[in-house]
């Protein structure tokens, strides 16, 4: 259940990078050119002029987004597994709550799969410690 469940999320993962990615696309050269590095960006949303505002949303869809960090947990989660380390049962539930929220916020979205990965993160995690 743990690889199942590290295998989930970095789908998940790379799923939302790439999906997200494509609508991104066009504001990255902006990004390189630094052009977050503006004050316009900690306007409120309501008075960021629209192009700022794409840029923004495109930014904290894909590299500022949580898709990066879950990859990351992924690749420790499997390499905990692959030692025969156990994986700590608060990384499934703190996943499991915040995946939880997000999924009664917005629907549709991935978050109920990623409940269910964390889930087997649980379940992993309890059959490791007995």
């Known amino acids: 259940m743990i690889r ?3 295998r989930a999320m970095i789908a998940l993962g790379l799923l939302h990078l790439g999906v997200l990615g494509l609508d991104a696309a066009a504001d990255m050269p902006g990004w390189l050119r ?3 590095w503006t004050l316009e960006h900690w306007q409120p949303p309501a008075g960021q002029p629209r192009p700022v505002l794409d840029s923004n949303l495109s930014f904290w869809t894909t590299v500022g987004s949580f898709a990066v960090p879950l990859l990351i947990l ?3 989660v499997l390499w905990l597994d692959r030692r ?3 994986v700590p049962a608060f990384i499934g539930w703190s996943l499991a709550a915040w995946l939880t929220v997000a999924a009664l916020v917005i629907e549709p979205s ?3 799969v990623g409940v269910a990965a964390a889930g087997c ?3 992993g995690s309890d ?3 007995r």
Do not use: H, K, T
């Open 84 to 86: 025969g380390l156990p």
């Open 121 to 123: 993160l649980i379940v």
């Open 110 to 112: 991935g978050f109920p």
């Open 4 to 6: 199942w469940s590290a």
């Open 34 to 36: 630094l052009g977050l």
């Open 127 to 129: 059959r490791q410690g």
């Open 74 to 76: 992924a690749q420790l």
